[in-house]
């Protein structure tokens, strides 16, 4: 039995395995008011539903008779037609460290007296859902089974760690984090059965996955190891909030403006339409040159008030082709807008739309070119799309790529996820990875103080990058005073382009690319050997068989006290 | 009528009441046979109001908007206005009555080619499930003919349960945005 879960931005999924074969797993939810349908997709949103929003016992499940979430596709349809309650995109949320990520504040816009809730709290809404709509089918239940969680390849230590607490909370105990390229690599390995013969030693695959709201990049090698091929996960890209929803809302803002002004619903359904056509006219060989936009009217008087509009092939193609995916230089560097002190709570968009940019940004850093590519993600249903990207590589990359296909763009992650689960059972070949990014912990220059100037830093590489599930690091060389029972901050730093530091190498001074992480605090609780007073302490990290970085403070007696990061705000 | 109303008065007036309403009768130069002979002493029976009627009917309102269009004055609008709308609600209606009903034919056989009554299975004898048109003889008795339509019959209906108190006579809510 093997358990696979796509914990998306917009879409969640389930796909299973008794054996060989992986299937995906239609999940009830209210759909409607009163009625209950099984989708192969539960929509990532939740409502916060008020007291006249439905009548008692419509949002009833088959397992709960009154939910205190609706989770769904209700709570999509419903939250259009009332923004205030609706929670989406919890999971980019769950990744931006400029927030308290376990606060209650979501929805932003949530009018005064709505109980808001954390992103945490969403994600375990969509897990907790899943994992009753499971049992409910009579399976048996996911608390003790091994669960694999897909998460951004982006997604750092401390996202990953939220996403597993979220988890724990919905009751899955022994959840593995799987990042999603590599699932979606997975599904692809799953579905031909003579894979081996399609990549070889020498390969370097390139993994395309640009979902609803974010897109990721990562690579992997084929190498030979002994005879047998070995699959390993070399590079991710960054996090970027950017994907198909942008593209269709660009669109429907064009289709806007020739309209006369249109409500929040109209525009919703302008949004979803303006998707439709798109992939309609992003087909190869497409027929028509354009596609009828029909809002009814939003009144009772229905025809009288239908607008119409035309989406034209060229206009699809110069906004979201040549807006999203231009033809730039490999040198291209995407542009970071500047954000001006934002007075609003808001998620870090993307500041450069051109997603080849990114992808040049990307393949550079990286090094050696790729030689395939995999496509995951339902923007890359459109296959103008899809050939404006090989064309892009092809620019690029002294050989032209081997594009691997036949994926079912929704469900590959889940799908992969599933297998991910049975080669843990020793059925199926394993992507080595280990850790995404470089992690290191800031060191303070032991120099009197000037006023006015911080002390510079150092930064002690504690978990290189690709550092194995199950595997440990220990750094006596440097020792740390710390007081029993009194609080101590750790800084964290972290990379994803620094992948050559070793682990114990000390970086003077600091590089700039560094990213600051959350710290990390811990407070030595009294132990036997150390009941009081300053012990002397050296740092040691260790990556879980579950894909989570742990770091601890060891005495020289063997007492061990784990580091946690900390993720409230501090405040004042 | 436009074609399309006359399509949707009819599959409607035969679904829920029975037979044609009377301005399709009119719309199509039909008169109601016996009509006359109806004696106007005897009350017509009693029917409940069927609850899943008005189910099927909110059903079809709220994914396919199909009372708005029926209830919508349209002779001022041109065709390619009621063009323009009706494509969009044929396509949901037809995908809300997919989803909670299973429609097929009475005969499946080809429209125009003569055709045994038998083809219509156990339902051969019913009078409900075969009108014979042209010139019937006296008793009744036709083992064929031409098929000139194949007919509707529901296979298999599922609609969702409701809650407990829900006010069916409700079609679509009145909406009221705040600002």
Redesign the interface.
């Known amino acids: 039995m093997a358990i696979g879960i796509d914990l998306g931005t917009t879409n969640c999924a389930l796909a299973y395995s008794r054996g060989e074969e992986i299937e995906a797993f239609g999940i009830p939810q209210v759909v409607e008011p009163n009625e209950v349908r099984a989708e192969m997709l539960l929509p990532s949103f939740v409502y916060l539903a008020g007291a006249r929003d439905f009548a008692p016992g419509a949002t009833a499940l088959p397992w709960d008779e009154e939910p205190a979430l609706v989770v769904g596709k209700l709570a999509r349809k419903r939250g259009a037609e009332s923004m205030g309650r609706l929670v989406a995109s919890a999971k980019s949320w769950l990744s931006y460290p400029g927030v308290d990520r376990q606060e209650a504040f979501l929805p932003v816009h949530a009018p005064e007296g709505v109980e808001r809730i954390s992103p945490v709290a969403a994600s375990r809404a969509y897990l907790a859902h899943l994992s009753a709509a499971w049992e409910a089918a009579g399976n048996e239940a996911l608390g003790e089974e091994e669960v694999i969680l897909t998460v951004p390849a982006s997604f750092d230590a401390v996202a990953r760690q939220l996403t597993e607490q979220a988890a724990r909370e919905a009751g899955l105990k022994r959840v593995v984090l799987l990042e999603e390229p590599q699932a979606a690599f997975y599904s692809w390995i799953a579905r031909h059965a003579d894979w081996r013969e399609r990549v070889g030693p020498g390969n370097r695959i390139l993994i395309v996955d640009i979902g609803g709201g974010t897109t990721d990049f990562t690579l992997i090698d084929v190498k030979d190891r002994g005879g047998a091929l070995e699959l390993e996960r070399v590079a991710v890209g960054e996090h970027i909030l950017l994907g198909g929803d942008n593209m269709d809302l660009a669109l429907a803002r064009q289709v806007e403006s020739r309209m006369p002004k249109l409500d929040a619903m109209q525009m919703q359904a302008l949004w979803q339409q303006c998707r439709a056509a798109k992939e309609a006219l992003l087909e190869p060989g497409a027929e028509t040159a354009e596609q009828v936009v029909t809002i009814l009217g939003r009144g009772s008087s229905l025809i009288g008030g239908t607008l119409r509009a035309k989406l034209t092939r060229e206009e699809v193609e110069r906004t979201v082709v040549e807006g999203f995916f231009p033809h730039v230089p490999l040198e291209e560097i995407p542009q970071r807008g500047r954000r001006a002190a934002l007075t609003e709570l808001a998620l870090p968009f993307a500041s450069d739309a051109r997603i080849t940019a990114h992808l040049a940004q990307f393949l550079k850093q990286a090094g050696a070119a790729p030689t395939h590519v995999l496509f995951n993600g339902g923007v890359l249903r459109a296959g103008l799309v899809r050939e404006r990207l090989i064309s892009a590589l092809n620019l690029w990359l002294p050989k032209p790529v081997v594009v691997l296909d036949g994926e079912d763009l929704m469900l590959a992650v889940a799908r992969g996820a599933a297998y991910f689960g049975l080669a843990r059972q020793g059925k199926g070949i394993r992507i080595r990875g280990g850790v995404a990014r470089t992690y290191y912990v800031g060191i303070e220059d032991a120099l009197p103080a000037v006023p006015g100037m911080a002390a510079p830093l150092k930064a002690l590489t504690v978990a290189p990058f690709g550092m194995e599930e199950g595997t440990g690091h220990e750094f006596p060389q440097r020792k740390f005073g710390l007081y029993v029972g009194e609080p101590v901050e750790f800084r964290i730093f972290s990379s994803t382009v620094r992948r050559a530091d070793a682990a114990g190498d000390l970086l003077e001074p600091m590089p700039r690319e560094l990213e600051e992480m959350p710290p990390m605090e811990i407070t030595l609780a009294p132990t036997k050997n150390h009941p009081r007073g300053v012990t002397p302490v050296t740092l040691a990290s260790y990556v879980t068989d579950t894909g989570v970085l742990e770091l601890y403070c060891v005495a020289a007696s063997g007492d061990r006290w784990k580091l946690e990061f900390s993720v409230r705000e501090r405040k004042g | 009528m436009s074609r399309i109303t006359l399509a949707f008065s009819s599959f409607f007036g035969l679904l829920f009441g029975g037979q044609l309403p009377d301005s399709v009768l009119i719309a199509l130069g039909l008169s109601k046979r016996g009509a006359k002979s109806t004696p106007a002493a005897a009350a017509p029976p009693k029917v409940d109001v069927s609850e899943g009627a008005l189910q099927l009917l909110g059903l079809l309102q ?1 994914d396919a ?1 199909l009372v ?2 029926l ?2 004055d ?1 002779s ?2 041109s065709d390619e ?2 063009g ?2 009706v ?3 044929q396509e949901n209606s037809r995908a809300t009555l997919g989803r909670y009903l299973r429609l097929e034919p009475v005969i499946d056989g080809v429209e125009g080619a003569v055709t045994q009554l038998t083809a219509a299975g156990a339902l051969r004898s019913e009078a409900a499930a075969i009108k014979l048109l042209g010139n019937v003889p006296a008793d009744g008795n036709v083992k064929a003919g031409l098929l000139r339509h194949k007919g509707w019959k529901v296979e298999k209906i599922e609609l ?7 006010n069916l006579k409700i079609l679509a809510p009145a909406e009221i ?1 705040v600002e």
Do not use: C, L, S
């Open positions: 709220r908007r708005d269009f209830m919508e349209i001022a609008y206005q009621v323009a709308a494509r969009n609600i969702p349960a409701m809650a407990g108190k829900a945005e």
